[in-house]
């Protein structure tokens, strides 16, 4: 037989009262100090390609897609357009709609012929890249970005690493010698940065490289690339620049290291720098050969006196 429950009530245990805490009687209402959620937005993701990992906000209006500098959304790839493609973003709704490249442009796997609505996760095809629409709020976005710098770039200046800036320079030179488009590069050393380490220690070093990068990042144009390719050396690539718009771009940056002291703890540190300049010639067939050019006149500045400009 099931036993009868009793219907005599129990008193409360006065220690497992003192334990339970108040409950609130009225609902918590939003504060004024309560910050609102920016809201989502519409996004391209690069899950093949050159820009692996980038991600291109799209906003409201019509944002192009191509090879071309001017481009909303620039995409460095020889099987690509100079004005590739189009896309209208208009009350929530996305469309993309190819501008008669070459190539064609595809969504999921498909030519399109005419304009092409486009949902979320639909991925778009231009030449080697393939770009996923995604609907991205600040959260995803920031997480998508900071997966790409830890790929891409150096933790201490900014700056792309080695791999980053060598792969990009690669890909630039390629299209500078298929278009016969001029490309000039800049490789640059600062000057006797071992002592600075020996003298005031591996912190003051990080710091002066730290501050070097942010300067530099300062003299670059919108297309132009910077990386840090060694302990104290950087190459700068400048696409559509021959050496007379190369020349005063490094003299430039020659001259903000020269000129602003590096504030340490122990006082303020001069540091200079010796910089080397290419233009890609008719005979550079390979990146390689290009970069050797550069790469010998940094150190022809060097030998000649440090805090100089040579040209390869």
């Avoid at 399109?112 to 949902?119: E, V």
Wanted: glycine fraction near 10%; proline fraction near 6%; charged fraction near 25%.
């Amino acid at each position: 037989m099931t036993p009868k429950s009793s219907s005599k009530k129990q008193a409360p245990d006065p220690e497992m009262t003192q334990r339970l805490p108040e409950m609130p009687t009225e609902v918590r209402t939003k504060s004024e100090s309560d910050e609102e959620q920016a809201p989502a937005e519409w996004a391209l993701v690069a899950y093949a390609g050159a820009a692996l990992g980038r991600v291109f906000p799209i906003p409201a209006g019509l944002v192009i897609l191509g090879r071309a500098p001017d481009a909303g959304i620039a995409l460095l790839d020889g099987e690509v357009s100079r004005y590739h493609a189009r896309i209208r973003v208009e009350e929530g709704h996305v469309q993309v709609e190819d501008l008669g490249s070459t190539n064609g442009t595809r969504v999921n796997g498909d030519l399109i012929l005419g304009p092409a609505d486009l949902r979320v996760g639909d991925r778009l095809s231009l030449g080697g890249h393939v770009l996923k629409l995604v609907f991205l709020d600040p959260l995803e976005r920031t997480f998508h970005e900071t997966l790409l710098d830890l790929s891409t770039k150096d933790p201490l200046t900014g700056l792309a690493n080695r791999g980053s800036v060598l792969a990009e320079f690669q890909n630039r030179f390629g299209l500078s010698l298929r278009y016969g488009r001029p490309l000039s590069v800049v490789v640059c050393d600062l000057d006797n940065f071992k002592q600075v380490n020996d003298t005031h220690g591996h912190g003051a070093g990080d710091f002066v490289l730290r501050v070097f990068g942010e300067r530099l990042m300062g003299a670059l144009r919108e297309a132009d690339l910077a990386g840090r390719i060694g302990g104290e050396e950087f190459l700068m690539v400048l696409p559509e620049t021959d050496l007379s718009g190369a020349r005063p771009f490094a003299e430039r940056l020659r001259k903000a290291i020269n000129s602003m002291p590096f504030p340490l703890p122990s006082g303020d540190l001069k540091i200079t720098c010796s910089l080397g300049i290419a233009e890609r010639s008719p005979g550079d067939l390979e990146a390689g050969q290009l970069l050797a050019r550069a790469d010998a006149a940094m150190y022809q500045a060097k030998t000649g006196g440090r805090d100089r400009i040579c040209l390869g």
